[in-house]
T-cell receptor, first 113, second 111 residues
């Protein structure tokens, strides 16, 4: 089955710890994205990548880091510098010729206490 | 000011009726528009996209775009309880090569 997988579904961490969220896709999409969603709110873009070994900051990149070493994978690290890391994190991907037609993975719900 | 605006709802609709959702956007450079459905606790699912002025129909869903008025809408005909969800409007094609999302409209379809 083609699709986007994110793991884990739920993640709990103590304040001050870095944590890495996984995102893998087998859709052969060039572009991948990370969004954050807070309760009752829309999606905010953290980082995106349109090609391997290249990525750009979105609207709320502070306290996050990413890598894009393979086309299929776009992991997100939430660092201890992120002041309010508890949120629902969504990974998405899109094809090169339809960048705005984005498809989402199931999400990871991160809770930091 | 949010670039994509939606009424947060809830929009309460009797089963079998038409649900009408509205979305406005501020950036005239936006070229493509998307509607996502998001069930509680789940990720968004793309249900419609529209690029040209006018209507686009897909099953029970109709998307309408008016670029002059910077207005996008989604109609859900013969609403079912399974349509109860939050509907996110998104605009793409403006500066920055990214999708901008509205806050979503919560729809409740009552049997």
């Amino acid at each position: 089955d083609g699709g986007i997988t994110q793991s884990p579904k739920y993640l709990f961490r103590k304040e001050g710890q870095n944590v890495t969220l996984s995102c893998e896709q087998n859709l052969n999409h060039d572009a991948m994205y990370w969004y954050r969603q807070d309760p009752g709110q829309g999606l905010r873009l953290i980082y995106y990548s349109q090609i391997v070994n290249d990525f750009q900051k979105g609207d709320i990149a502070e306290g996050y880091s990413v890598s894009r070493e393979k086309k299929e994978s776009f992991p997100l690290t939430v660092t201890s510098a992120q002041k309010n890391p508890t949120a629902f994190y969504l990974c998405a991907s899109s094809a090169r010729d339809s960048l705005y037609e984005q498809y989402f993975g199931p999400g990871t719900r991160l809770t930091v206490t | 000011q949010k670039e994509v605006e939606q009424n947060s709802g809830p929009l309460s609709v009797p089963e079998g009726a038409i649900a009408s959702l509205n979305c406005t956007y501020s950036d005239r450079g936006s070229q493509s528009f998307f509607w996502y459905r998001q069930y509680s606790g789940k990720s968004p699912e793309l249900i419609m996209f529209i690029y040209s002025n006018g209507d686009k129909e897909d099953g029970r869903f109709t998307a309408q775009l008016n670029k002059a008025s910077q207005y996008v809408s989604l109609l859900i005909r013969d609403s079912q309880p399974s349509d109860s969800a939050t509907y996110l409007c998104a605009a793409g094609g403006a500066a920055g090569n990214k999708l901008t999302f509205g806050g979503g409209t919560r729809v409740l379809v009552k049997p």
